[in-house]
T-cell receptor, first 111, second 114 residues
């Protein structure tokens, strides 16, 4: 099993550009999450989903959008990239309150 | 307002000795606590967890202790091995937040010297 797969691994964006970070899981987990990790800090929740068609905001949702049309996929959209969104982004999935499984992250730089 | 804090950014331990990583929290409604381990360029990996109805959980070389009255938990690694060198994150869930949301501490970098 691949687990949680994130693409791309690295990306450089210019200010104002948009992009979608892809996340897919093959464990049939109902819950999926997006976190960001800034240097020297812990992970902060951006958005989460408890099932297909259901999404909700986390702690730091501003500047991001998500959708969950299937159980497997949970893409994260940046519409107008800003330097403050330079970070490492992690996608995770779980069964309800079971421990979350994480992907290896997308390192995003906005210049 | 940091609800989960790891006050030691780094810890250095000799191989074979005990490593103790600490974590404090402020939200008394947290009811489930986890430790994750993270290597560079990889995602966090689940290590061990504890429910608030327990005060200790053990898994091989790893033991987590929970002191609810002090709002404090710790991770003990005995004996420490060089492969344990990584960043360790404490996380908590519950706390009135829906959807299994995890609140993370800032991490402690553990270095185990051969």
């Amino acid at each position: 099993n691949a687990g949680v797969t994130q693409t791309p691994k690295f990306r450089i964006l210019k200010i104002g550009q948009s992009m979608t970070l892809q996340c897919t899981q093959d464990m049939n987990h109902n819950y999926m999450y997006w976190y960001r990790q800034d240097p020297g800090m812990g992970l902060k929740l951006i958005y989460y989903s408890v099932g297909a068609g259901i999404t909700d905001k986390g702690e730091v949702p501003n500047g991001y959008n998500v959708s969950r049309s299937t159980t497997e996929d949970f893409p994260l959209r940046l519409e107008l990239a800003a330097p403050s969104q330079t970070s490492v982004y992690f996608c995770a999935s779980s069964y309800s309150r079971q421990p979350q499984h994480f992907g290896d992250g997308t390192r995003l730089s906005i210049l | 307002d940091q609800q989960v804090k790891q006050n030691s950014p780094s810890l250095s331990v000799q191989e074979g000795r005990i490593s103790i990583l600490n974590c404090d929290y402020t939200n008394s409604m947290f009811d489930y606590f986890l430790w994750y381990k993270k290597y560079p360029a990889e995602g966090p990996t689940f290590l061990i967890s504890i429910s608030s109805i327990k005060d200790k959980n053990e898994d091989g070389r790893f033991t987590v202790f929970l002191n609810k009255s002090a709002k404090h938990l710790s991770l003990h690694i005995v004996p420490s091995q060089p492969g344990d060198s990584a960043v360790y994150f404490c996380a908590a869930s519950g706390g009135g937040y829906a959807g299994n949301m995890l609140t993370f501490g800032g991490g402690t970098r553990l270095m185990v010297k051969p």
